[in-house]
């Protein structure tokens, strides 16, 4: 042997030759060869059938399959790379389900920094379950659709809060401006707005 043994067609012939009595003919040695194919094939499959349970080599139809075991769902237009980030952060998401954390974590993996403001501390009581988000690409065009993010953002929220706002960077700002969230519950910065709540 030069190098290590990978298939059946190269184990059988050679098996056969640690007994250097038997089995030398040609004969014997077609016959192993029409074994190892089978074998081979077989081989294949189970080797198609584990890579398809492992998150990162899953293709596209197994991938969908996984997620949906996770309780995740594939949004229209997300990149099946976007969407297997989110499904391998399975675990995280739903550990995190519902929390400030959880959120800014999702966020990231799917291409985006988010910042949360939670209106309890608005002086008007009425908005205390109340939040909204500005978010800032961390690419220039980023993979996950933006029309899916407020979605997004729904399911990631906790059970008893609303969404207020989503503000969204598309491009022309920089993040660390110096821009705070003022009292009149507007950016201060030409943000545009993703979504806002009905009746505002």
């Known amino acids: 042997m030069t190098g290590p043994i990978t298939t059946y067609a190269e184990y059988l012939p050679y098996l056969s030759r640690i007994n250097r009595t038997d089995y030398q003919d040609s004969g014997t040695q077609g016959h192993l060869a029409a074994l190892a194919r089978p074998l081979d094939e077989l081989a294949l499959k189970a080797r ?99 029309a899916s993010l407020v979605d997004l953002l729904n399911e990631l929220k906790p059970a008893h809060a609303r969404l207020r706002y989503v503000y969204i960077d598309r491009g022309q700002h920089g993040w660390d401006e110096g821009e705070t969230w003022d009292s009149s519950e507007q950016w201060d910065g030409s943000w545009d707005i993703l979504y806002a709540m009905e009746g505002i």
């Open 48 to 146: 198609t059938v584990m890579l398809a349970r492992l998150i990162p080599h899953a293709p596209e139809d197994a991938l969908l399959l996984l997620g949906r075991e996770r309780g995740l769902r594939r949004y229209p237009g997300e990149p099946l790379a976007t969407y297997r980030t989110r499904v391998l952060g399975a675990w995280v998401y739903w550990e995190k389900a519902g929390t400030l954390p959880g959120l800014a974590e999702v966020l990231a993996q799917v291409g985006f920094v988010g910042e949360v403001v939670e209106h309890w501390q608005d002086p008007d009581p009425e908005h205390w379950a109340e939040f909204s988000v500005r978010l800032l690409p961390t690419a220039p065009l980023p993979a996950f659709p933006v």
